[in-house]
């Protein structure tokens, strides 16, 4: 029989009631120096028909924020004084704001958002690139960014079109197959920010995003290969593309391995792991030269300490 | 325990599902809703739109090197639907919009994606993706190996489902509920070892992870919260076989006078693993000059490993009082746990309206624990010679954590400064390398002190450029080729030539050092890339884009070989040049009949260590001939060859498309 403590029976309770208590707040007068979406309308009609068709709409059905009447005016700022002079001056616009600035206004409501929670962490932020960079408010259907990034080839255009330098690496042979658009680039990165660097999603929780399509290489394994766990996958492999088979960072697999396997003393000194391939590996012998072949279960095995089975 | 937390999560999302309007507001809002409707009835939109591509593809014969294509292109002859794109807005209450889109249905790489959603109830996604995975290149290792090709070869067939469902009962409260499944399954070659010899086998791979987490969104004026929990299935059963006499990698070199074979050899693995999954996400805003972010994620891979391996044929084993005996059989039991928690929380301070400081923390730990049992059984003519039974454990166990302070300043409209500093630091327990299934284990450390520091200018509208840097003193590192001693350095630019004309410019480099005796490790990359945009008049008849691209790995590390005892140097260069245009032209017509001509593709070439050339021009003609009909034809070409090394990996060929795209 389930028992349960005083406070954990009135969190039902608490629960229950939270929203009703939430909704009491709520207010719908208009505050000074507002005058509301229906004045917008009147001179830019054309603006106001097409954003009735836009996402950011739903602002003039939610209560709560207490802007239903002001959709226009939650990212544009008050506009009374615009509407009085006509002057595109006393009217912000986000397309000429400070990128900060941009990100703070959008963020005041879409920081409450899962996907928001590694902004602070987010390479695109400190740079400066701002949310309108990526995203389109008034656009509608096909033009606007909403439409557009449901697609993997929508996605990746628009990281391609500033990471040049990156979408020239996937046109190598050996890469994941983004060009063809079976993956978009948020596949497994999270441009909004992420726990691990580079904005690398995560699977499973707390694990690296890799592992959500190679599930095989998630373990843990009963015998583990440690970088795997200390280290990223591009350790050994270059996820956006190489001139290498299975994308790896080197030409040869010997050389992939004894660039790390090669202390005498393990660990050396200075603190330094990997210890250097016993002698019975002749490495004069083509055999021994491509190290996977024994040692095939490279990412960890469950059976053998060697990873050779 | 999963089920009954999302058991205990339901009745949340039910309260949450009670509307907190009162009943005045209710009957307001249903009449202005009313009204809206109607209003909204003579205008209505198109219930359907969108478009489906349907097509046949030829493609010449492939000349060169069939399975180089295959792993690296593999695009078939054959009925394709290239692109489909199908949305549905309807006035439904439980279906007000519908959209379907997939790609390359018939190709290798296919993906779908279905969205149903209605603004006022729910969301729901669901999204496919299918991809062939063949993998036939033995040039990753060294070709000349006896029997060394082919021995590590995948045809398998990897497939992603994912199900996202939200429920919107109302702004504050969202459940959303998640089910993913990723699986894989096909044949391949892995080469089965027994001491003293490696024997190419088939091999057959299957495996699975199935995830399901359910969670609930709090969102408040200033903050937020989302819980999630779930759990995650595993399992793993490949199988390696083979009937035929073997001589293997060895061949015709015999071990201590006996030539060595094998005349059967089966390994069966089966794996199974759970693991529970938590996320507590939150952000706030609790004032106007601060933020706050946090996250908890923790997961508890559990995995069991059974394995059985069966041989006969003439085997050679170390094991004491042995040398040889035709049968064995090895049986393994093994158990593996790793909880891994990560962490992070932050905070940006605005104390003055120009200066924005960000602290952040972040934390990540990973502890590894193993048991295992092996038992092994040796046959020699016919008689049981031995059996050998040994247990282990193992431990790894990791922790990483950074510390991140940052301030970022802005000089007035156009230029802003950031700068701080950030510091590494952690600790792993791993085991040493060595034979020994009972070896010693090493305690590793790692510290890092890093310098970072960026520029954001916008010194008139047209150009845009931002640069950041970071700078490291490692003063431990885990591996000879971690980081160590380095610095990043990004710069970007963006230029407004022309109104019609945008200029792209980036540069990264990055440089690491470990200077220490004996690995001398010193890398050196960069890349610089130009991309030009021009599209007159807004893009109606004409748009171009164009990248170059030339990038540089250079690796120098000293390196160690036992056996026989030598130092030597690992030298790595790769210096590639990728260019890329594509260009979209609308051709003279008359009303609709305007046909639209695409062009353009990509051409690397890459020097250094694995010199190699790769295209991929394409093209494609698109004609309307009626408002919801069009033709396409699309011809594409694909090159590979690596001079020097491994030129028997040249492949070539064409193909052609041609189908019709009918337009909703």
Known sequence: ?309 | MTLRTIALLMPLALFAAQDPKPAEAKKAEAKQETKKEEAATPDAEKTWSGWVEVGGRWRSDVSGDMNTYRSIVNLKDGFRMPSMDVSYQGASKLLRTMRLSAGNWGDPFNTSRLELSDEKYYRYVSKYSNMLYYNYLPSYGNPTAPGGFSQRTFDTNMRNFDHDLTVLPNERFTPYLRIARNWSNGTGITPLVVQGNEYPLRTNLDWYQQDIAGGMRMNFTRSHVTIEHGSTDFGDAQSVYSTAKMQGNRGAVPVLGQLLSLTNGTQVYDVKGSSRITKVLFTANPYEWVDLYGQVLYANPKTTANYNQTLAGSLYTTAPGLLFYGSGKDTMYGDARRPHTTGSFGMELRPVSRLRIREIFETDRIKTDTTGALEATYVKDTVLAATLKSSYADRLETSLHRQTVEALYDFGRKFTLRGGYRYEWGDALIRAGSLSITGPQERLELRRQIGLAGLVARPWSKLTLSASAEVSNGAKTYYRTSLQDYYRLKVNGRYEIRPDLLMTVVYNRMENQNPAAGVNYDFKAQNSSLGLQYMPGGGKWLTILADYTRSTVRSDIGYLILFPYQTAQSLYRDNAHTGMVMADITLPGSGIHKPKLSFGGSYVTTEGSRPSRFYQPQGRLSLPLHRNVHVFSEWRTYGYNQPFTYSYETFRTNMLMTGIKFVL
């Open chain 1, 1 to 309: 029989m389930i028992r349960l403590s005083r406070s954990t029976a009135l969190l039902p309770l608490a629960v229950f009631f939270l929203p009703a208590w939430l909704s009491a707040q709520e207010t719908t007068a208009l505050p000074k120096g507002y005058v509301g979406s229906e004045s917008c309308a009147g001179c830019h009609d054309e603006v106001s028909t097409a954003f009735e068709k836009n996402p950011h709409h739903n602002l003039s059905k939610t209560k709560w924020r207490g802007l239903q009447e002001r959709a226009c005016e939650a990212c544009h700022g008050p506009g009374a004084k615009h509407a009085e002079t006509n002057s595109a001056d006393d009217i912000l616009n986000p397309s000429k704001m400070q990128p900060a600035a941009v990100d703070k206004m959008c963020l005041s409501c879409h920081r409450n958002s899962k996907t928001q929670v590694g902004v602070i962490q987010n390479g695109h932020a400190r740079s400066a690139v701002a949310c309108t960079s990526c995203h389109t408010v008034h656009k509608t259907g096909q033009a606007s960014s909403d439409f557009q990034f449901r697609t993997a080839m929508g996605v990746t255009k628009k990281c391609a079109s500033c990471h040049t330098n990156v979408w020239a690496s996937f046109q190598k042979p050996h890469r994941h197959r983004v060009p063809e658009g079976a993956m978009a680039c948020t596949n497994c990165h999270n441009p909004h920010g992420s726990v691990l660097a580079r904005n690398i999603r995560t699977a499973n929780a707390a694990e690296p995003g890799c592992v959500a399509c190679h599930a095989d290489k998630r373990g843990p394994f009963v015998f583990e290969h440690a970088p795997v766990r200390t280290e990223s996958c591009s350790t050994c492999h270059e996820p956006h593309g190489s001139a290498n088979p299975r994308m790896l960072t080197r030409a040869s697999v010997a050389n992939q391995c004894l660039e790390c396997h090669s202390n005498l003393v393990s660990p050396t000194a200075a603190g330094i792991a990997g210890g250097v391939p016993p002698a019975i590996h002749d490495m004069r012998l083509p055999r021994y030269r491509n190290c996977t072949t024994c040692h095939q279960k490279i990412h960890g095995s469950n059976v053998h300490r060697g990873l050779l089975r």
